[in-house]
């Protein structure tokens, strides 16, 4: 190196993923060339006792790391930068926005494969096809292998050979069954590709109706631009519909589409819709798929291979060769928001993303966000509204069902008991909601009181039944069920309150010769069954349908006319302003699961407060009139989307560390606090202690949103210049979706 005091030292300015907001500096040892390198390669080098893989974002003169501090890189993995200027210019922007550390950010944006060091390279796609054997072996042979027995007559019936991609969409877990049938050599590998017909469309698009037309006119007329719009339309209003016509306008520029979706199970209905309208490859992107799977559809948005994309929250990151639209479907979903690590909200991002991008972005919600309906009135979204059911459904009905002083049991109402039967004798499918798995929320001893906790979270223990466990939903802890109460010793520990798995005991008792699905994450665990579930459901071979949350989202079940919630009061009452906004949705959401197809569907809903004015005003007037009066009321409160939040969280092993931390910071930043930002708190959490850790939090709230983010650059350095730092763990939430 020092031979040559005239050549000017080359320092690669490096993005490593560690929880620290700053680039490190590394020299080049002399046998590169630094013109070769480009920001966007993934470089590795020696960090602490290990190696790290980081994004090199530049190369410079100097450095202000005395020369005989730093390391040399340790190797360059890519020969061209695997991220383009514009996802860093957004990457750092997002850092910067969210006070993350710029290495983490940066993480969050590649593949595991890319992170772990893998190549950047596609693997070629793998096709298979019948043998001779497989073409004359008449299915029914293989009757007792239920799943080989269904490839092989889907093979025969539809295809002459197949990618791995097809197969994947026949069923998610197709590899053992494919297994079977090459084991038995009646499929083989095929070297060649199926042959592609040279059209766009599969499938001629629906006709519009006029508000269709108005809406896909609107946004086609500037796709070369950025626009954002706001699609509002009732479930069943056919903003899909919308969605397909836009895209194909996309693709026939030859650019590419990102569709983002709030829920994994939501992905392969679409991608199947999508696939069955377009001639175009389309990929997909979810923790549910492996690791190499996800690198590679990375990778063909990457290279222009594929066409259209469709993933959860961090497939916004994926880099488009020809960016030519984002779609992000059911907008106002909180699981847009990330709730850990790197906070971000894919919606919020992508928005800019947009921007930068110069391309038109569309939100879709039957039940828009607050801040997209402020961002309406603000001119910075276009709303355009599909008022009506598409094709011939109807709007359902909803009846509020007063359940104080009734007899219950189990949860269920006699006059909810009565309608169930009315309609599974129409051979109609009934959706019934609990947000609440497992047994039940408490466990009780009858004789003195005594309630199983968990010995870790300010929590009740959940009772589950299936398995004979006792189980925290919040840490995780797990023991056996034991109905000795361990105070009293008294036999005497019973349910009280009831969770999915009670509420299907009693249905099965109540309709002993129907068919009864419970969907809830217990049930759904193993890889493969939810999928089965929801195509048994499709195919009419359930009646009644039990499930959580799960079930509100997006899934078209055309034979449900009967929809009920059992307990909608346990959303009124939360401590968190922004519960009443998610429960409105989710009633919303709910009922839209209800008549999709040509029968009228009718909503019921079971409380103890049929005068709560949530209730009322979504009942009588609809999710618009809720959302006004939400909003004037957070106008009023100076809430957000009227003004902005950031949330500090901080928690350590004792009670005592975080609070004296917050006190010390809050006691640092109040000389130079700004008039317009307010300070709330330090307050324990909503839950104080989880999972053994004690926690605390300090919530920042400003009507400005400069003011408040150059107050959050004096508080994380206020952070790392505190002791009492050391003792705690902390983390930022800016705009945060929960206050828990
Ligand atoms: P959303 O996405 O708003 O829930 P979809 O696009 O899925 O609505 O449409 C709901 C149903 O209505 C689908 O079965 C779809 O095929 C049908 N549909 C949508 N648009 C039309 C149309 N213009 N004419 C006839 N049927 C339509
Ligand atoms: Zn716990």
Known sequence: MADNAQTPASIARIAIPVPLNRLFDYRLPSEFEPSTLKPGMRIRVPFGRTHKIGILLAVEKDSDIPAHRLKDIAEILDRQPILSHQHIRLL??????????????????????????????????????????????????????????????????????????????????WRPVLKGLIDKQLVEASATPPASNKHLLNQTALKPNAEQQYAIDRICQKLDAFQAYLLEGVTGSGKTEVYLQVIEQVLKQQRQVLVLLPEITLTPQLEQRFRQRFNVPVV??????????????????????????????????????????????EEHDSAFKQQEGFRFSSRDVALVQARNLSIPILLGSATPSLESLYNVRRGRLQLLTLPARAGSAQKPSFQLLDVRNKKMQDGLSAMLVHEIEQTLAKQEQVLLFLNRRGFAPVQMCHSCGYVSRCQRCDANMVIHFSDNTLRCHHCGREQALNMTCPACKAAQLQAVGRGTERVEQTLKQLFPDKTIIRLDRDSTQRKGTLENYLSQINQGQADIILGTQMLAKGHHFPNVTLVAILDVDSGLFSIDFHSAEKMAQMIIQVAGRAGRAEKPGKVLLQTHHPDHPLLVTILKQGYPAFAEAALAERQQAGLPPYSFQALLRVQAGNTHAPQHFLHELVDRLRPDMPDDVLILGPVPAPMARKAGQFRYQLLLQSAQRKALHKLLDTLILSIESLKSAHKIRWSLDVDPVSLY
């Open 92 to 173: 750092k922007w997002a850092s910067r926005y969210y006070h993350h550390p710029i290495g983490e950010v940066f993480q969050t944006a590649l593949p595991l494969a890319l992170r772990k060091g893998k190549p950047a390279k596609i693997s070629p796609e793998k096709y298979y096809r019948l043998t001779e054997a497989g073409q004359n072996t008449a299915p029914e042979t293989l009757k007792r292998a239920k799943r080989q027995h269904a490839l092989l007559c889907w093979l025969q019936q539809n295809k002459a050979i197949v990618s791995t991609q097809q197969l994947r969409d026949w069923h998610s877990n």
């Open 284 to 329: 997909s992107s979810h923790s549910r798929m492996s690791d190499n799977e996800r690198l590679n559809a990375w990778l063909k948005m990457r290279s222009g291979d594929a066409a259209i994309l469709l993933g959860t929250r961090s497939a916004l990151f994926t880099p488009l060769k020809n960016p030519g639209l984002i779609i992000l479907d």
